[in-house]
């Protein structure tokens, strides 16, 4: 029963990370929509195989450092609009790393 919820899941993510293109056409809340539900369907499917040997990528670790400091130094500026433009900047590091991992 696992093996299939894995298999389900994988193919969500990869039919989800093609669609991606095509629903450019429609605007930008689509794109952005898939990329959310691709992120959150892997980490939940990292967390349930207990997989967590593909968090210890370098590229990803470095990733998440750098953003967390953009976030910080926004935070600390107290510019509302710097804070909201860095807060989900480390979507499109996740992304590349799924994009690597799907492949």
């Known amino acids: 029963m696992m093996i299939v ?3 389900v899941i994988s193919n969500l993510l990869s039919i989800l990370f093609i669609l991606i293109p095509f629903s450019l056409i429609l605007g930008p809340f689509f794109p952005d929509l898939f990329l959310v ?3 959150i369907s892997f980490f939940t499917f990292a967390v349930i195989k207990k997989d967590y040997s593909l968090f210890k990528n370098s590229f990803l670790n470095y990733f998440l450092v750098i953003c967390l400091y953009f976030c910080l130094v926004s935070f600390l500026t107290f510019n509302l609009l710097s804070i909201k433009s ?3 900047y ?3 590091g996740v992304f590349a790393f799924l994009a ?3 492949i």
Request: aromatic letters at 34%.
């Open 5 to 7: 919820e894995n298999k």
């Open 37 to 39: 539900i691709i992120i």
């Open 86 to 88: 860095s807060f989900f």
């Open 90 to 92: 480390f979507r499109f």
């Open 100 to 102: 690597s991992y799907l």
